[in-house]
C-alpha cells in the first residue's frame, strides 16, 4: 500500500513540478527556474527519505546521480519549449 501512495504522490508532485516550471520559465530565467524546481525536489526527496527510509548502494547512487545530471538537460530542454 506505502507504494501506491508514494507512486501516486511522485506522480501528482511530477504534475505540479512541470505546471510550475513552465509557469516560472515564462517569467524569469530558464535556467533560474529549473535550477529552483531541482532544489525544491531535492528537499522534497529528502524529507520522504527520511520519513520512508531506504537501503543505499554504490550502484544505486551512481544511477542516481547519472540520471539527475541528464534530467537537468532534459528539463532545460522541455522547460525552453515550453516558455515558447
Known amino acids: 500500500m506505502i ?3 508514494l507512486g501516486l504522490g511522485a506522480a501528482i508532485i511530477y ?5 510550475f516550471g513552465a509557469f516560472a520559465a515564462r517569467r524569469i530565467h530558464l535556467v533560474t ?3 529552483f524546481n531541482y532544489a525544491v525536489a531535492t528537499v522534497s526527496i529528502g524529507v520522504v527519505l ?3 527510509g531506504g537501503a543505499w548502494s554504490a550502484d544505486a547512487v551512481g544511477a542516481g546521480t547519472v540520471c539527475g ?3 537537468v538537460f532534459g528539463l532545460l530542454a ?3 519549449v ?3
Open 15 to 19: 504534475g505540479v513540478s512541470d505546471f
Open 78 to 80: 522541455f522547460y525552453g
Open 50 to 52: 527520511l520519513l520512508v
Open 82 to 84: 515550453l516558455a515558447i
Open 33 to 35: 527556474a529549473t535550477l
Open 69 to 71: 545530471v541528464l534530467a
Open 3 to 5: 507504494v501506491v501512495a
